[in-house]
């Protein structure tokens, strides 16, 4: 059963970076059928996309964050990791991880880690 | 405002039958196949439906999908207290190249 659990600084302050790692457990992160990805949902809000990540390094990135975002991975720890730069209030949200399928004309979600709030403030 | 249009809120009584909406373009759902996410309260969202109609393993057949043009639908029979979530669809978008998420439906079973 692949599980993803995500970790990191639950508090940010303004202009600074936050940082999120997502542990991955009973897949190997180098598995080339699936990307790892991230998602995020703002208080009240709908989900919105952030990006991902290939096993073999290729990354994707929502445009409106372009900027600002990285994601990384590490598979000597089986996990990937999210960087947004010069955070503020409206980057508070639930971040999620999660494994990534995709085809030629389809990309999902499966799973999906419990996801952690991160709240920008000062 | 999101790039999929659904409907904020749709409500029905136990073991009837209710359809949720899913509205996009010719980016995204008319040439992209359409997935459908269950986010519980306090829980991971689910992956429902993937491929417009798809169920993966484990997911009730009281669920199904269907798609048409640019507009999809998630339909829930025999509603039970417990399918009371949010539901979202999402579709890749050609225009925007990268996942479009609908602005979400809560499901309210009377």
């Known amino acids: 059963q692949v599980q993803l659990q995500e970790s990191g600084s639950g508090l940010v302050k303004p202009s600074q970076t936050l940082s999120l790692t997502c542990a991955v457990s009973?897949?190997?992160?180098?598995?080339?059928?699936?990307?790892w990805g991230w998602i995020r949902q703002p208080p009240g809000k709908g989900l919105e996309w952030i990006g991902y990540i290939s096993h073999s390094g290729r990354t994707k990135y929502i445009r409106s964050l372009q900027s600002r975002v990285t994601i990384s991975i590490d598979r000597s720890k089986n996990q990937f990791s999210l960087k947004l730069t010069s955070v503020t209030a409206a980057d508070t949200a639930v971040y999620y991880c999660?494994?990534?399928?995709?085809?030629?004309?389809?990309?999902?979600?499966?799973?999906w880690g419990q996801g952690t709030l991160v709240t920008v403030s000062s | 405002q999101s790039v999929l249009t659904q409907p904020p809120s749709v409500s029905e009584a136990p073991r009837q039958r209710v359809t949720i909406s899913c509205s996009g373009s010719?980016?995204?759902?008319?040439?992209?196949?359409v997935n459908w996410y269950q986010h519980l309260p306090g829980k991971a969202p689910k992956l429902l439906i993937y491929y417009d109609s798809l169920l993966p393993s484990g997911v009730s057949d009281r669920f199904s999908a269907s798609k048409s043009g640019t507009s999809a639908s998630l339909a829930i029979s025999g509603l039970q207290s417990v399918d009371e979530a949010d539901y979202y669809c999402?579709?890749?978008?050609?225009?925007?190249?990268?996942?479009?998420f609908g602005g979400g439906t809560k499901l309210t079973v009377l």
């Open positions: 010719s980016s995204n759902i008319e040439n992209n196949a």
């Open positions: 999660a494994r990534v399928g995709s085809s030629a004309y389809s990309t999902w979600f499966d799973p």
């Open positions: 999402a579709a890749w978008d050609d225009s925007l190249n990268g996942v479009v």
């Open positions: 009973g897949a190997s992160i180098s598995d080339g059928a699936y990307s």
